[in-house]
């Protein structure tokens, strides 16, 4: 199972939006509605941002949405603030009980 | 507050064993399936493998199929990840997280396994 591919960097100044995509196959990312985002700051634990394509957790801020087309899933961050800096992956269900992860996308604030 | 503390990492030799526990608390444990995610240094994150609710049914990713062994202890609200026959590419922050659906909804602060001679 290969990695789901992302970005490996993104950046841009407060208040503006930054998307960050994540491709996969006809056999995740296209294939299921089970797209999760989790974003993690340094030495910590992921957290949860995105499921299920586009569902926001509770406590998410909403500038966090997510979307999918096709192969490929994207995370838009709008009104992108100081504390969003983070290294952000996407993951998706990939069939009989497994999962897939993308290699990560560090955004930075300029 | 869902908690979920990890423990049993360390520095193991090549073809070594380790068995790491994870201490669940906050939540009802035997209604919620487990999974164990790893990240080695500087790297991704990667599945590992997934216990459902009761225990009977597990998962492995390929690259630990037949040296990793998840189960549970629903009496200790506990979940293990025994990890057999290591490798120097096992090196790696294991995470203890909470499934809910197709989601991670719940990560420990992780555990350290370093494997190296």
């Known amino acids: 199972q290969s990695a789901l591919t992302q970005p490996r960097s993104v950046s841009g100044s407060p208040g503006q939006s930054v998307t960050i995509s994540c491709t996969g196959t006809?056999?995740?990312?296209?294939?299921?509605?089970?797209v999760s985002w989790y974003q993690q700051h340094p030495g910590k634990a992921p957290k949860l941002m995105i499921y299920?394509?586009?569902k926001r957790p509770s406590g998410v801020p909403d500038r966090f949405s997510g979307s999918k087309s096709g192969n490929t899933a994207s995370l838009t961050i709008s009104g992108l603030q100081a504390e969003d800096e983070a290294d952000y992956y996407c993951?998706?269900?990939?069939?009989?009980?497994?999962?897939?992860f993308g290699g990560g996308t560090k955004v930075t604030v300029l | 507050e869902v908690q979920l503390l990890e423990s049993g990492g360390g520095l193991v030799q090549p073809g070594g064993s380790l068995r790491l526990s994870c201490a669940a608390s906050g939540f009802t444990f035997s209604n919620s399936a487990m999974r164990w995610v790893r990240q080695a240094p500087g790297k991704g994150l990667e599945w590992v493998s997934t216990?459902?609710?009761?225990?009977?049914?597990?998962y492995y990713a390929d690259s630990v199929k037949g040296r990793f062994t998840i189960s549970r202890d629903t009496s200790k609200n506990t979940l293990y990840l025994q990890v057999n026959s290591l490798r120097a590419e096992d090196t790696a922050i294991y995470y203890c997280?909470?499934?809910?659906?197709?989601?991670?909804?719940?990560w420990g602060q992780g555990t350290l396994v370093t494997v190296s001679s």
């Open positions: 216990i459902s609710e009761s225990g009977g049914s597990t």
């Open positions: 299920d394509v586009s």
């Open positions: 006809s056999s995740d990312v296209g294939g299921y509605n089970y």
């Open positions: 993951c998706s269900y990939a069939g009989s009980h497994t999962w897939v």
């Open positions: 997280t909470k499934a809910s659906g197709y989601r991670f909804d719940y």
